[in-house]
């Protein structure tokens, strides 16, 4: 039997409970626990990256990324290991899909990070924006954002977590019917198709079209601006007709829905041997200003812990790359 999950328990359970009862519980339920293999604090910021072990060896990752206001932190989340979807610009894509996390392991990353916050902080937000497609493991996904907000388990508000999808219109239209309130991100990588189906290989089997139809009707149903994210590469999608493209892409979504979606421009940190390079500041800023212009809120995201390699999967890639054990063989649940 697991002491730590009798210790841990008896925390939770009322404070007249019998040991026996507590240990009677805990025989009946198993729980499992991720091993914080590294974490590495960013020199650049106040990034901190988690490089965890599952029990079966799997690697996934984490990132601790700290908020304005002082004390409060988002924990940005792996939701399988590997991914499928490919995008030829991301470190995970080049690892390929293991198999998917369940819920347990997703909660458990965030009970990570918040065991080692300084003393007075809180995981104020979750982000689905660490190794895999969430929506292509979207039961799971959805079952561990109702455990991170109940009361019981992290009691973290549903607006403050963000799914964010490379493009699964299914996956979309399973948030749009459930329960959850959370908010939706997609990535465009590129506006104009051709680019797009360059970064993401996933554009043949979903059109952007249909994801932004999805997505419609995700934003029909809850109301809520989603954020449509491009991540500039340097010569790559950060172009005027691309800028142009994003910007119409937006008033049109603003025109079917009545919603204004919060586009956001990211800035990409390149891994070893890449063949991708950070837009300069001077695209970032043309792009940025030409993007304004059509009058859609537009937010420029840093992508911290550059020196960690906290973009997904380049931990995990680099640990790979190091060790003789490699990644459990494909187990797609
Ligand atoms: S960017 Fe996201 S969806 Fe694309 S390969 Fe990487 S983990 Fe998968």
């Known amino acids: 039997m697991n002491q730590r999950f009798v210790d841990e328990l008896a925390t939770h359970l009322p404070k007249n409970a019998r040991r026996g009862e507590v240990v009677r519980v805990a025989e009946r339920f198993r729980v499992g626990r991720l091993e914080v293999v590294t974490r590495e604090a960013s020199k650049l910021d106040p990034f901190v990256k988690y490089l965890f072990r599952c029990e079966d060896g799997a690697a996934i990752e984490a990132v601790r990324i700290p908020l304005e206001k002082p004390g409060r932190f988002v924990a940005c989340v792996s939701s399988q290991v590997g991914c499928a979807l490919g995008c030829r610009f991301c470190a995970t894509g080049r690892l390929g899909l293991s198999r998917n996390l369940e819920a347990w392991e997703i909660v458990e990353q965030v009970r990570a990070i ?9 995981v104020h937000g979750v982000v689905f924006q660490g190794m895999g497609e969430p929506l292509a493991n979207a039961e799971r996904v959805m079952q561990s954002i109702r455990v ?8 973290i508000e549903q607006r403050a977590i963000t799914v964010c ?34 970064l993401l290989p996933v554009e043949d089997a979903n059109p952007l079209d249909e994801v932004l139809a999805a997505t419609a009707e995700y934003v029909r149903t809850r109301g809520d601006a ?10 790559v999608n950060t172009s005027d007709e691309d800028a142009d493209a994003f910007g119409r892409l937006a008033l049109s979504f603003r025109e079917e829905t009545g919603v204004a979606p919060r586009l956001s421009i990211v800035t990409y940190n390149p891994s070893e041997g890449d063949v991708f390079a950070r837009a300069s500041d001077e695209e970032l800023r043309r792009f940025h200003d030409r993007l304004s212009r059509f009058g859609v809120p537009v937010v420029r995201r840093y992508s911290g812990g550059g020196d960690v390699g906290a973009a997904c999967g380049q931990l995990v890639g680099r640990e790979q790359a190091q060790s003789s054990s490699p990644l459990p063989a494909s187990n797609p649940g």
């Open 165 to 198: 999808t490379a493009g699964v219109p299914g996956g979309i239209r399973k948030l749009a019917a459930s329960e959850l309130r959370v908010r939706l991100g997609v990535s465009i990588a590129a506006a104009r198709r051709e680019v797009r189906r360059s």
């Open 114 to 122: 918040r065991r080692e916050l300084p003393k007075g902080s809180r």
């Open 226 to 235: 989603p954020m449509l994210a491009v991540t500039l590469l340097g010569g």
């Open 148 to 155: 991170m907000h109940d009361p019981c388990g992290q009691a």
